[in-house]
């Protein structure tokens, strides 16, 4: 009895790796996506241009969301590679696809946007120094 319970497990991970297009995690992700990637790509514009990332505004929503937004596009660019791991092709197109990019794009982005203010700066704010 174990082993079939053990197979249907694996098809249920295959299942949400696979992303359906309809789903409602498909969805969430996708909205989550899309106001993540603009709020990053902000966020590298403000580290490379003041040093800083963004200021806390009020109550601290600013940089909650701001965290809360590099989260999503690590939690998207992860699900994008595990699927093509799993799968052999990345998460299916439409706005899911275009999302999984530009998550690609943002997180590029920030490691070239880190690596010039670390260069520039000899610390990352807040990080290293």
Same mark, same amino acid.
């Given at each position: 009895m174990l082993p079939s319970r053990r197979?249907?497990?694996?098809?249920?991970?295959?299942?949400?790796?696979?992303?359906?297009?309809?789903?409602?995690?498909?969805?969430?992700v996708v909205a989550a996506g899309l106001v993540a990637n603009p709020v990053v790509l902000v966020s590298e514009y403000f580290l490379k241009t003041t040093g800083e990332g963004l200021p806390p505004g009020p109550g601290g929503?600013?940089?909650?969301?701001e965290g809360i937004s590099y989260l999503v596009i690590v939690g998207?660019?992860?699900? %994008?590679?595990y699927t093509k791991v799993k799968?052999? *092709?990345? /998460?299916?197109? %439409?706005f899911l696809g275009a999302v999984e990019g530009f *998550?690609? /794009?943002?997180?590029?982005a920030g490691i070239v946007v880190?690596?010039?203010v670390f260069a520039?700066?000899?610390?990352?704010?807040?990080?290293?120094?």
């Open positions: 197979r249907n497990h694996c098809a249920a991970l295959k299942t949400k790796a696979t992303a359906e297009p309809d789903s409602t995690l498909t969805k969430a929503i600013y940089g909650a969301t998207v660019v992860g699900w %994008s590679i799968t052999g *092709s990345g /998460l299916p197109g %439409s *998550s690609y /794009l943002s997180l590029v880190a690596a010039l520039e700066k000899g610390s990352l704010p807040g990080i290293t120094g």
